[in-house]
């Protein structure tokens, strides 16, 4: 009766473990249709449910949770304060041009580095600027490491654990060969329509609005509280790759 009973234990055990990595794999992947595609595949309540069901898993079985589990995006303990990082590659701010004769300068100075007359045709591809917090991911293995601030460009805050609430950032990156160290530099914003229905929540509970996405952007992920971050509608853009390592 024993043996019976430790088999049943294992089984049961087996079978959590099991269960535990199917419902990551299920989330990564609507969590791909729904952010990277945009042809969601189940509803928003089942997508909660199944969170649900993995968070229970995980909070019985602590040792079953891993560095990339979705069950992190909904934040964890409060830090007492953000530890400083130091970028492998200096993160440059972008310069503001007002006035058309600063596009021309900069028409002029790219003219000159690329050695072309002015008369040659370049072309140039522009988008809208998302207004918000230069952050700087950092994948090992395609896990999700570290996630930190521009701060002054050389030294930037540790900002892993809210970084790792935003639902459009992957924990874990997709494809064969990834990079044993890749660093992916980007903009985390808050979508207009997001910054509105928040303010209009925060003013229904008394709360001061935000004076404008960007502020609120940048005031959500500098939270001590990684819970805080996790209940605002945050998204962020990637644009660029600092320093890049290849594998074995």
């Known amino acids: 009766m024993e043996q019976l009973s430790l088999l049943d234990s294992v089984v049961k055990t087996d079978q959590t473990a099991l269960r535990t990595e199917q419902l990551r794999t299920l989330i990564r992947h609507h969590n791909r249709c729904y952010y990277e595609l945009d042809t969601p595949e189940i509803s928003d309540a089942d997508y909660d449910a199944l969170l649900r069901e993995l968070q229970c898993l995980e909070t019985e079985r602590p040792e079953l949770q891993t560095a990339d589990s979705p069950t992190l995006r909904v934040g964890g303990r409060p830090l007492e304060r953000f530890s400083q990082v130091r970028h492998r590659l200096p993160m440059l701010s972008l310069e503001n041009a007002l006035q058309e004769e600063d ?3 900069f028409d002029q100075r790219i003219r000159t580095l690329l050695g072309l007359p002015d008369g040659e045709t370049i072309c140039y ?3 809208p600027k998302m207004d918000g917090l230069a952050i700087e ?6 896990l999700l490491e570290q996630a930190s601030t521009r ?7 540790e900002v892993t654990a809210n970084v790792r609430t935003i639902r459009s950032v992957p924990l ?9 160290l890749l660093e992916v530099r980007g903009e985390v914003y808050l979508p207009l329509v997001a910054f509105q229905r ?3 929540e925060r003013e229904e509970n008394g709360e001061l609005p935000f ?3 960007r502020n609120a952007a940048a005031g ?3 939270q001590l509280d990684p819970k805080v971050a996790a209940r605002r509608p945050l998204a962020m853009v990637c644009y660029g790759v600092g320093s890049r390592v290849k594998g074995q």
């Open 103 to 105: 596009i021309r300068a």
């Open 125 to 127: 591809q522009c988008e």
């Open 137 to 142: 991911l950092v994948y090992r293995n395609g």
């Open 151 to 157: 701060g002054d460009g050389e030294t930037g805050e």
């Open 172 to 180: 874990r990156l997709n494809g064969l060969n990834l990079p044993e």
């Open 198 to 200: 928040l303010n209009a």
């Open 211 to 213: 004076a404008n996405p």
């Open 220 to 222: 959500s992920i500098r």
